[in-house]
Nanobody
Framework: QVQLVESGGGLVQPGGSLRLSCAASGIIFRIYAMGWYRQAPGKQRELVAV???????NYADSVKGRFTISRDNAKNTVYLQMNSLKPEDTAVYYC???????????WGQGTQVTVSS
């Protein structure tokens, strides 16, 4: 059974930092591209950052220079370090694991991030 379990969300003031974690089980973690997505109320889910199995990273323009995605294959965990947080970063953040061979995509349950004073 595949599980992606996010943690680390919460309430933070503008300008603050949070680190999200996503622990995976039931998959061969090292062959999966891992991504963080977010969905704000009334908006579509959007890609925040992705890290491939080869550790190539890609970021949404809105978070470049503020967020950093990383992975620890020994711990089957992907991280999202979020700095200089803004109110517009408020959303539910979801972890995704995606593979081409075998073709598969899995989602976590999400973790709430609220940026407010």
């Amino acid at each position: 059974q595949v599980q992606l379990v996010e943690s680390g969300g919460g309430l933070v003031q503008p300008g603050g930092s949070l680190r999200l974690s996503c622990a995976a089980s039931g998959i061969i973690f090292r062959i999966y591209a891992m991504g963080w997505y977010r969905q704000a109320p009334g908006k579509q889910r959007e890609l925040v950052a992705v890290i491939t199995k080869g550790r190539t990273t890609n970021y949404a323009d809105s978070v470049k220079g503020r967020f950093t995605i990383s992975r620890d294959n020994a711990k089957n965990t992907v991280y999202l370090q979020m700095n200089s947080l803004k109110p517009e970063d408020t959303a539910v953040y979801y972890c995704n694991a995606a593979s081409e061979y075998p073709q598969a995509s899995y989602w976590g349950q999400g973790t709430q991030v609220t940026v407010s004073s």
